[in-house]
């Protein structure tokens, strides 16, 4: 019996990257807030990039609430739909091409989301990572931490509950 050859890993990483940047580019918010993400292996880190338009607070100056808010929700819906989406992109089932199809792919929908503010977003980059607590065929249960410089002090924290995905009638 012969054993197939594995696919080379660039083939991979950039089936990963395609499918991830397709996710990411279809939310017009994500855009605006210059939200990206660093992928490595399965897991993803949400990357906010400084910009002035960011400031709530020009005094201290400080982040906006709503941005941080906004921050951890995005990272925990795109998190989700990434481990969500990622063993049908694996199998072929699912391309770049499909994602940005708002009738093949549909996204989690949000519950509840509470945010904790633990100290002011410094005018910098901040960086955030989601953590699935639970992911059922219906509901998912996620919490998300944000950090600036130093992972161990978090300026902000956040748990959300979300509505997954149904398969449609035809089942896909």
């Known amino acids: 019996m012969a054993r197939t050859r594995p696919e080379p890993v660039q083939v991979v990483k950039q089936r990963r990257d395609a499918a991830l940047n397709a996710i990411v580019d279809g939310v ?10 660093d ?4 897991e993803l880190t949400g990357v906010l990039n400084f910009d002035q338009k960011l ?4 005094l201290l100056p400080a982040l906006h609430g709503g941005v941080t808010a906004a921050f951890l929700e995005v990272t ?3 998190t989700l ?15 770049a091409s499909d994602i940005a ?18 100290r002011s977003g410094l005018p910098r980059d901040a960086y955030a990572r989601a953590f699935i607590s639970r992911a059922g065929r ?22 959300g509950h979300f509505l997954m995905p149904q398969p449609t009638i035809d089942g896909k």
Do not use: C, M
């Open 28 to 37: 017009p918010y994500i855009r605006f807030l210059d939200i990206g993400f």
């Open 39 to 42: 992928r490595r292996g399965d």
């Open 55 to 58: 400031i709530g607070n020009p």
């Open 76 to 78: 925990a819906v795109i």
């Open 81 to 95: 739909s990434w481990e969500f989406l990622l063993p049908k992109i694996e199998s072929g089932e699912l391309n």
């Open 101 to 118: 199809d708002y009738e093949k792919v549909r996204f989690p929908k949000t519950v509840d989301f509470t945010v904790d503010y633990l």
């Open 138 to 159: 219906r509901y998912a249960s996620v919490r998300v931490e944000a950090w600036q410089d130093n992972h161990a002090k978090l300026f902000a924290q956040a748990s």
